[in-house]
């Protein structure tokens, strides 16, 4: 069966239109302060941005010294987990400048990718840079979404990064919830994502969510109220970190978590912790884009009767094709087929 697949450069270009398309949005910092003060060269440092909101930014050096900085203008937009250029200010006489400001960003280093989102009117919002690992998190209330997961997915895919699917709160399970969480963890090992059940109130899964995150800079993400701040304060009980609560009736968060906050675990993973969402919709350049997005459909890519085929209608379609001998699960790729008509209709 003929593949295609995204070619490296392909991915790069990706990669760069999303980067280009954030600088566009790039919003104009007051720099009115630095212009008095001048940057002393020989205080250059490297650190990793660990949180960032608005003018706020805190950093951490190589040495783990936490710093407050200010951000040099036109340097576009910053994320959690950016590595970035950092100097300080001093003024004409050589003194340090007081206070928390006196370090001034003046660079982002490259990023290895950046995780991105559509915002408000279709705004690209840059949530996080340097992924090595995207971990999905559900939960048995709020209900998981098969349609967030696989978008996720997709994101993951294309960044690219791992992806490890957690499914919390098991301890509410029921019969209905255990077929829901059997039926999910079944289809996404199937295609040989990890997926780890737990419960942050009776202790399920702990060790194994520590374990995958060892090694490599992990963001949680999923709906507001799934337990992701939950999860991270039970790995690290000695942080500050804020969990919610969740309306009775749905189990709907509250949006606790307000900017992604970067921290360290054991045997060098790093978490970041992001802000529940409503919704996520990944940034696609292409049909390209979401076909590597899925990576059982994608099996089957260049191998329908014609080369332009959309796979609703057209005889000799290999993807329907797969679907009605079973070798392609129908919930995914009705998934694949809705987030190709979106980007159409965009
Ligand atoms: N029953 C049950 N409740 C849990 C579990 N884990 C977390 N919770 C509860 O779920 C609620 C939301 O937890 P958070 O950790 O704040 O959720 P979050 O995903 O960080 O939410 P946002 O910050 O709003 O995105 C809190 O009331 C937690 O106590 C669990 O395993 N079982
Ligand atoms: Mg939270
Ligand atoms: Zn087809």
Request: charged share 25%; aromatic share 4%.
């Amino acid at each position: 069966m003929a593949k295609r697949k995204l070619s490296k450069q392909q991915q790069r270009r990706i990669s760069s239109n999303q980067n280009n398309r954030i600088a566009k949005n790039r919003s104009v910092r007051d720099q009115s302060e630095n212009d008095q003060w001048q940057l002393d060269e020989s205080s250059t440092r490297t650190a990793r941005v660990i949180s960032h909101h608005g003018r706020q930014l805190f950093a951490e050096t190589e040495d783990r010294e936490k710093i407050k900085c200010k951000i040099r203008q036109n340097l576009g937009d910053i994320a959690c987990g950016d590595y970035i250029v950092v100097q300080q200010a001093k003024n004409a006489s050589g003194d340090l400048k007081n206070g928390d400001s006196q370090n001034v960003v003046i660079a982002i280093k490259e990023r290895q990718n950046l995780l991105v989102k559509t915002g408000f009117a279709g705004a690209v919002k840059p949530v996080a840079a340097n992924i090595g690992q995207l971990v999905i998190v559900t939960a048995l209330k709020p209900k998981p979404n098969p349609y967030l997961i696989d978008r996720y997915l997709t994101a993951a895919e294309n960044l690219p990064a791992k992806a490890l699917i957690i499914i919390n709160k098991v301890d509410l399970l029921d019969h209905e919830t255990r077929r829901i969480t059997d039926n999910l963890s079944e289809l996404y090992q199937g295609m040989g994502y990890r997926v780890i059940c737990s419960s942050i109130n009776q202790g399920i899964g702990i060790d194994e969510i520590s374990d995958a995150l060892s090694n490599t800079t992990s963001i949680l993400v999923g709906l507001s109220g799934v337990g992701k701040s939950s999860i991270v304060k039970e790995i690290l009980p000695d942080e500050e970190i804020k969990i919610g609560e969740t309306s009775t009736a749905t189990g709907e968060g509250k949006h606790t978590t307000t900017v992604s906050a970067l921290y360290h675990l054991k045997d060098n993973g790093i978490i970041i912790d992001s802000p529940g969402v409503r919704d996520f919709t990944p940034i696609n350049n292409s049909i390209d884009e979401i076909t590597h997005g899925f990576k059982d459909v994608r099996k089957f890519y260049g191998a329908c009767k014609f080369s332009n085929c959309s796979h609703t209608t057209e005889p000799g379609c290999a993807m329907k094709q797969a679907v009605a001998d079973g070798e392609l699960n129908e919930q995914r790729f009705k998934n694949y087929l809705r987030l190709i008509d979106e980007f159409n209709e965009k």
